[in-house]
């Protein structure tokens, strides 16, 4: 039997949709890049903006009296300050305290999700811990002033109603999230052929999550915490709520304070107008920041580059 041969009308439709594929092909890698090209192009407006509008900050405030300068009075009567240093004592303070919390709890419930958790409790317990980094901030700011905050004025009378510890406890609340998911993927996946050398060697479970898992997991586990600290540095509705908004360059935790991002909310809320040193103050104010950030994202990724070296 003779083999049949496909009609003129399909060898035209199959051309057409040769081309058509050809033309996709051509097409999508040229939409892939200009997807990307707009992530970075705004990064870099961003950056631009940042660096013109603080060039013209340091145009007005000498720049070693802004990086130096201990006290920050940008709206005194008498003679304006602008030293840094207040601010970012005060974001210290805040992120201390929230690492201090949100790493013991954290890098537990990653051990527990890890070694402990059945399957079930994982797919159960794993979104719970989940929905709260899905928490609004202002939401959490509310609870850290109305409901934290009395709550430690139980145990220290001295607390003032606006301080360091109520916001720096749920800004640590907030991020434990982000460790304990980071962390618990970082320890999954180590194979579990170390967790079964160690165990038949007469190790428990615990020193196999302590002494294997957890050294081996190194590298997730930095950087999961580093990326935390970064959030933490970052954060604005809880301070702004809750931290106050008294710039102190001491070492005391019970009294009023401001971060960064707390002076850039309250100069952005229409404290200040247009063009003026304090305007161009949240921009130098927000540089600090951004490099803050900047330097913790790159530390995250030179951590976990290197445990993961040696592991």
Do not use: C, H
């Amino acid at each position: 039997m003779a083999e049949q041969r496909p009609s003129v009308q399909e060898m035209i439709a199959n051309a057409g949709t040769k081309r058509n594929r050809k033309t996709l092909e051509k097409t999508i890698p040229v939409v892939l890049f200009i997807i990307a090209a707009i992530s970075v192009l705004t990064t870099l407006g961003i950056v631009f903006t940042l660096i013109v509008e603080t060039f013209i900050f340091f145009t007005e405030v000498p720049f070693f009296s802004f990086l130096f300068g201990t006290e920050w009075l940008p709206f005194s009567n008498t003679e304006a300050r602008f030293g840094i240093l207040p601010l970012i004592v005060g974001t210290l303070k805040v992120t201390f305290i929230a690492v201090i919390v949100a790493v013991p709890l954290g890098l537990s419930a990653a051990i527990y999700l890890s070694e402990y958790a059945s399957d079930t409790a994982r797919r159960i317990i794993k979104p719970i811990l989940e929905v709260l980094a899905g928490v609004p901030t202002i939401v959490y700011g509310y609870f850290a002033l109305t409901f934290v905050t009395p709550v430690l004025q139980q145990f220290i009378p001295e607390l003032k109603i606006f301080n360091a510890i109520s916001p720096g406890i749920v800004v640590g609340i907030m991020i434990i999230p982000m460790i304990a998911s980071l962390s618990e993927d970082a320890m999954s996946a180590v194979p579990n052929s170390i967790r079964e050398g160690a165990l038949g060697m007469g190790s428990t479970r615990l020193e196999v999550a302590l002494k294997i898992v957890l050294p081996a997991a190194l590298s997730g586990i930095l950087a999961s915490i580093v990326l935390a600290m970064s959030r933490a540095i970052g954060e604005t509705m809880i301070v702004s709520l809750a931290a106050g908004s008294t710039p102190r360059f001491d070492g005391q935790f019970t009294d009023s304070i401001q971060t960064m991002t707390a002076y850039i909310v309250q100069v952005a809320t229409g404290d200040a107008g247009y063009g003026t040193t304090i305007y161009y103050s949240i921009y130098a104010v927000g540089f600090t920041l951004f490099l803050f950030t900047l330097v913790m994202n790159l530390l995250a990724q030179r951590i976990s580059k290197r445990f993961r070296e040696e592991y």
